[in-house]
């Protein structure tokens, strides 16, 4: 009680001593300056919750900056993905199958090598009762007999230029695995690059005007123009995707507006800013975080929680997981529970669908098609090609910022305002409340048992 008595009386708190003072001050001021000090104490309670409540929900501000418009904007990542080639399906089919093979295990082998998802004449050809199974049905190792249909680079892309200057499109175009199978990425971060690349400069600034990109492009293919951490997968946008026909000429207009981010937002928590950058990466289907990437993620956890195993064209599974036939009955099974998202409120409806619990990327871009044009340019003496043009429609005049507004610094001025204004405390003062209960209380008590034993 001492103790306590002499702190009170000694605090650099505000109002302490006319607590405990019986000398100078009498009950009723004694008992006034409580009731100050306990106010005092609520408000800088209530003030410090509202000021971390402020830093947990309401740290980041995301804005639209228009003020400087000397930006280098970065090129869209372009994805080639074939979805359909009859002639390669047909010669992989009299290699494997002989020549005199049923035309019915074409569509098979059709279906594995362009999986989506479902396997309908794979099923029916290859499963139920035995008399009715097709003796040369493919039933597993499916990864294999993809890679012996889908084209490679070469046979895929012919010419390509940017900003009519022309590059070597098989250089550029890396190949990477994705959900919908093995596809080509220009200006990807998601891809592997070989030793001593240099990376095509896809810049466009007001020093050299919007970007054109045009390619030749040799097969029947999806073209996805999407960020450069994203993938493609079964639930990209349609408005990202454009599907090649053959004897067309394909000009598209793009709108690009980047998001730029505060130096200090890779110090706030994931949770507060609400997004990841693309090296908090998490997942084991590509080695950068995007929001497509982790959608991907989501339906290789559901496709084994559902059925033990992975699509064959799963990005970075281990040929040991993927499925066999009886894998691909289950998948086709539970089609729309892996290829339909859902919000997390629809489970309680009973509503099909994967929920996937994806943070967007902090460097997503705005992607936004402004005007397509298609020309026939048929001819019959020459093989089968389709020419894409992608350009930027104009140099953006605006971006997206997410600044930081409330830091962890913010967070401590505004709890030392906080007690500085109601009780007059600092860091010290609670150093000092440590010290009068602790080390001064132990050396007054054993400065105590000293001399009473020398009295004694």
Same mark, same amino acid.
């Given at each position: 009680?001492?103790?306590?008595?002499?702190?009170?009386?000694?605090?650099?708190? %505000?109002?302490?001593?006319?607590?405990?003072?019986? +000398?100078?001050?009498?009950?009723?001021?004694?008992?006034?300056?409580?009731?100050?000090?306990?106010?005092?104490?609520?408000?800088?309670?209530?003030?410090?919750?509202?000021?971390?409540?402020?830093?947990?929900?309401?740290?980041? &501000?995301?804005?639209?900056?228009?003020?400087?418009?000397?930006?280098?904007?970065?090129?869209?990542?372009?994805?080639?993905?074939?979805?359909?080639?009859?002639?390669?399906?047909?010669?992989?089919?009299?290699?494997? /199958? =002989?020549?005199?093979?049923?035309? #019915?295990?074409?569509?098979?082998?059709?279906?594995?090598?362009? $999986?989506? =998802?479902? &396997?309908?004449?794979?099923?029916?050809? *290859?499963?139920? +009762?035995?008399?009715?199974?097709?003796?040369?049905?493919?039933?597993?190792?499916?990864?294999?007999?993809?890679?012996?249909?889908?084209?490679?680079?070469?046979?895929?892309?012919?010419?390509?230029?940017?900003?009519?200057?022309?590059?070597?499109?098989?250089?550029?175009?890396?190949?990477?695995?994705?959900?919908?199978?093995?596809?080509?990425?220009?200006?990807?971060?998601?891809?592997?690059?070989?030793?001593?690349?240099?990376?095509?400069?896809?810049?466009?600034?007001?020093?050299?005007?919007?970007?054109?990109?045009?390619?030749?492009?040799? #097969?029947?293919?999806?073209?996805?123009?999407?960020?450069?951490?994203?993938?493609?997968?079964?639930?990209?946008?349609?408005?990202?995707?454009?599907?090649?026909?053959? /004897?067309?000429?394909?000009?598209?207009?793009?709108?690009?507006?980047?998001?730029?981010?505060?130096?200090?937002?890779?110090?706030?928590?994931?949770?507060?800013?609400?997004?990841?950058?693309?090296?908090?990466?998490?997942?084991?289907?590509?080695?950068?975080?995007?929001?497509?990437?982790?959608?991907?993620?989501?339906?290789?956890?559901?496709?084994?929680?559902?059925?033990?195993?992975?699509?064959?064209?799963?990005?970075?599974?281990?040929?040991?997981?993927?499925?066999?036939?009886?894998?691909?009955?289950?998948?086709?099974?539970?089609?729309?529970?892996?290829?339909?998202?859902?919000?997390?409120?629809?489970?309680?409806?009973?509503?099909?669908?994967?929920?996937?619990?994806?943070?967007?990327? *902090?460097?997503?871009?705005?992607?936004?098609?402004? %005007?397509?044009?298609?020309?026939?340019?048929?001819?019959?003496?020459?093989?089968?090609?389709?020419?894409?043009?992608?350009?930027?429609? $104009?140099?953006?005049?605006?971006?997206?910022?997410?600044?930081?507004?409330?830091?962890?610094?913010?967070?401590?001025?505004?709890?030392? =305002?906080? #007690?500085?204004?109601?009780?007059?405390?600092?860091?010290?003062? $609670?150093?000092?409340?440590?010290?009068?209960?602790?080390?001064?209380? =132990?050396?007054?008590?054993?400065?105590?048992?000293?001399?009473?034993?020398?009295?004694?």
């Amino acid at each position: 009680m001492g103790i306590f008595q002499e702190y009170m009386l000694q605090s650099s708190l %505000h109002g302490a001593k006319y607590v405990v003072d019986k +000398e100078k001050y009498s009950f009723y001021e004694r008992i006034f300056w409580t009731v100050c000090i306990i106010l005092s104490w609520v408000g800088s309670v209530f003030l410090i919750l509202a000021s971390l409540d402020a830093f947990n929900n309401n740290a980041i &501000s995301f804005v639209v900056e228009s003020s400087y418009r000397d930006w280098d904007t970065d090129f869209p990542a372009v994805f080639l993905c074939e979805n359909k080639n009859m002639d390669r399906v047909q010669e992989a089919a009299d290699r494997i /199958f =002989g020549e005199d093979h049923d035309f #019915t295990l074409e569509e098979v082998l059709s279906e594995i090598a362009y $999986f989506r =998802g479902e &396997s309908y004449h794979t099923i029916h050809e *290859c499963t139920g +009762e035995v008399e009715n199974i097709n003796l040369k049905c493919i039933l597993g190792n499916y990864s294999h007999y993809a890679g012996l249909v889908r084209s490679s680079c070469e046979n895929s892309l012919a010419e390509c230029t940017w900003n009519d200057v022309q590059f070597e499109c098989c250089k550029h175009f890396i190949p990477l695995s994705t959900e919908i199978g093995e596809c080509f990425a220009l200006n990807s971060e998601q891809t592997i690059k070989p030793k001593n690349y240099t990376r095509l400069n896809m810049m466009s600034n007001r020093y050299v005007g919007p970007g054109v990109l045009k390619i030749k492009i040799l #097969t029947e293919s999806f073209l996805y123009t999407i960020g450069t951490y994203e993938v493609p997968n079964l639930v990209t946008p349609k408005t990202d995707i454009l599907q090649i026909d053959q /004897f067309i000429n394909y000009k598209r207009h793009l709108s690009v507006k980047n998001v730029e981010n505060d130096i200090e937002a890779r110090d706030v928590s994931i949770e507060q800013r609400k997004c990841r950058f693309p090296d908090e990466n998490y997942l084991d289907v590509h080695k950068y975080y995007s929001f497509s990437a982790c959608s991907a993620q989501c339906r290789k956890d559901e496709q084994m929680r559902y059925c033990g195993c992975n699509s064959h064209v799963m990005p970075n599974t281990n040929v040991s997981q993927h499925c066999d036939i009886d894998g691909l009955v289950c998948l086709n099974e539970h089609y729309e529970d892996l290829s339909i998202v859902i919000a997390p409120w629809s489970r309680n409806r009973k509503k099909r669908g994967v929920v996937c619990d994806c943070m967007p990327s *902090c460097n997503e871009i705005d992607l936004v098609m402004v %005007h397509e044009v298609r020309d026939n340019i048929f001819d019959p003496n020459v093989d089968p090609y389709s020419i894409i043009e992608l350009s930027l429609a $104009f140099l953006p005049t605006e971006r997206f910022k997410r600044n930081v507004v409330r830091g962890k610094l913010d967070l401590v001025v505004s709890i030392g =305002g906080s #007690t500085g204004l109601f009780v007059g405390a600092s860091l010290l003062s $609670f150093v000092e409340i440590v010290y009068y209960f602790t080390i001064r209380a =132990g050396i007054f008590s054993c400065l105590t048992n000293f001399f009473k034993k020398k009295i004694n």
